[in-house]
């Protein structure tokens, strides 16, 4: 019989709710989506943080709040994700210089407190 570590138990809850949030999110779910992918993304889950960066760029499920999505971006972003990285450049030329430093601000808090 195999053992599962108590690690794998939490990347599988942890999948399991990502799938949650994906079919939340396919299925036009906007509110719950947002919920699940901000509570992982919270966790450091930087696919997490790419989609609620997104659904905080598009206004789904929230009012658009590009200061956040660029936060979630630059936070993946850190960790090397491509797609958070390309993201971010995207978004950025449409936000202020002090957007920008909210954004950059707000990601180095959220860092720190990890």
Do not use: H
């Not at 719950?32 to 789904?60: C, H, K, V, Y």
């Not at 430093?101 to 990890?114: P, T």
């Amino acid at each position: 019989m195999k053992k599962t570590s108590i690690v794998e138990l939490f990347l599988d809850e942890q999948d399991k709710e990502f799938s949650d949030a994906v079919r939340a999110y396919e299925s036009q779910d906007y509110p719950n989506a947002l919920t699940q992918f901000e509570s992982l993304a919270q966790r450091g889950d930087p696919q997490a943080q790419i989609n609620l960066a997104i659904m905080l760029r598009n206004g789904q499920g929230t009012p658009v709040d590009p200061v956040n999505a660029l936060m979630w971006l630059e936070l993946a972003a850190r960790n090397g994700d491509e797609i958070a990285i390309e993201e971010r450049d995207r978004l950025c030329p449409a936000l202020t210089p002090q957007q920008l430093a909210q954004a950059n601000r707000q990601a180095d808090e959220r860092a720190l407190a990890a």
